[in-house]
């Protein structure tokens, strides 16, 4: 119950939980299954001036759009990978000043690429979320990549005492490590916390043909973070989905050992 109570502490701050896709029938290039379903060798907003070009990977193998007049969330967006194309709803607040990225990569292993898109679903004073998709580039299915929500609950534990002399002593456990620290003021003398917080700070990116999270641990209501947790996915054949492999502690900087 207390990991319970750690993982969701900052949820109802954050307001911001990312949503399932549901995707629709793929469309192959050139087949016509009604008017509005088309794919033409030309570029999609081309053929339907309702969307809107969000983004594309370096090669434009892949292409991102929206509706232009969606301000829904969950969001449809359409994914254009090597001219097939197909609908995914997707979790979206519209724009915060980070375009959507799209890269056509290889994170699989098996010497074929797939499409990655990476939005910014969260921003403000001590907010910062993006959600990942990895989609395969032959069937156009969403290959799941392990949330944040499931990583604390599986592989972190923490614990925050406070001591007399207004500090923090946080100990945290990552992958059966452990690692001990302070830091160097309380700033929630009147909250009691037990647990380290987390959702106010997730980040992806890729490196190396590999999915990174930058996931950070904080303390307080309004969050302040003490504790940086950079996680490296591997993928896993069996599961067909990206799951932990790696994950580094950082204390902040303004932590003292």
């Known amino acids: 119950m207390k990991k319970e109570i750690g993982v ?3 949820l109802g701050a954050v307001l911001l939980a990312g949503c399932d896709s549901v995707p629709s029938d793929v469309v192959p290039q050139k087949q ?15 053929t339907d001036p309702t969307l ?12 991102l759009y929206d509706n232009k007049g969606a301000k829904n969330t969950p969001h449809k967006f359409t994914l254009e990978i090597n001219g097939n194309t197909k609908d995914f709803v997707w979790y979206y607040l ?28 969260g921003r403000g004073t001590g907010l910062n979320n993006y959600e990942i998709h990895v989609v395969n580039a032959d069937d156009f299915s969403e290959i799941k990549v392990q949330r944040y929500e499931e990583i604390v609950a599986d ?9 007399g002399d207004g500090t923090l002593a946080i100990a945290v456990k990552a992958q059966g490590q452990a690692y001990n620290f302070y830091y160097d003021f309380d700033p929630a003398p009147d909250y009691d916390q037990d647990e380290l917080g987390f959702g106010g700070v997730t980040i992806y990116r890729l490196e190396n043909q ?11 209501i309004s969050p302040t973070y003490v504790c940086d947790f950079n996680v490296t996915y591997a993928y896993d054949h069996d599961k067909n989905e990206f799951i932990v492999d790696q994950i580094e502690v950082e204390p902040v900087e303004n932590g003292k050992g």
């Open 8 to 10: 969701w502490l900052l």
């Open 32 to 46: 016509i299954e009604s008017t509005t379903k088309q794919v033409t060798t030309q570029p999609k907003q081309e």
């Open 52 to 63: 809107n070009w969000l983004g594309s990977s370096e090669g434009e193998q892949v292409q």
């Open 94 to 121: 519209g724009d915060m000043g980070t375009d959507p990225q799209v890269f056509y990569t290889d994170l699989t292993g098996d010497d074929k690429e797939e499409a990655v898109v990476i939005i910014q679903t």
């Open 155 to 163: 592989h972190i534990e923490s614990h925050v005492a406070k001591k």
């Open 210 to 220: 590999k999915i990174q999270l930058h996931l950070s641990g904080s303390v307080g």
